[in-house]
């Protein structure tokens, strides 16, 4: 059993940040990129940054210059920190181990206007 576990979400007012954390097995977070995506209600889940496992970072264009995705393999842990948030960033944000089927529960941000 693969256990992904997110933390670090919460309320927070437009402009200001969060850090959101993700912990997985060393053994799978060392093979695979990870993903942080997000679901807002109504909508369709979409990918907000992934990683590969070399460090390599991708971001959807809305959150570029904003969002920064980073890796700590000592402890298998992926981070997404998130700056400058605005009322459009609500929304549950879930961890994934790319290509494969392990996903968290997911953490719920809501930011303020």
């Known amino acids: 059993q693969v256990h992904v576990v997110e933390s670090g979400g919460g309320l927070v007012q437009a402009g200001g940040s969060l850090r959101l954390s993700c912990a997985t097995s060393?053994?799978?977070?060392?093979?695979?990129?990870m993903g942080w995506y997000r679901q807002a209600p109504g909508k369709q889940r979409e990918l907000v940054a992934d990683?590969?496992?070399?460090?390599?970072?991708n971001y959807r264009d809305s959150v570029k210059g904003r969002f920064t995705i980073s890796r700590d393999n000592a402890k298998s842990t992926v981070y997404l920190q998130m700056n400058s948030l605005k009322p459009e960033d609500t929304a549950v944000y879930y961890c994934k181990v790319e290509e494969s089927r392990y996903w968290g529960q997911g953490t719920q941000v809501t930011v303020s206007s």
């Open positions: 990683i590969t496992t070399g460090g390599s970072a």
């Open positions: 060393g053994n799978i977070f060392r093979l695979n990129a």
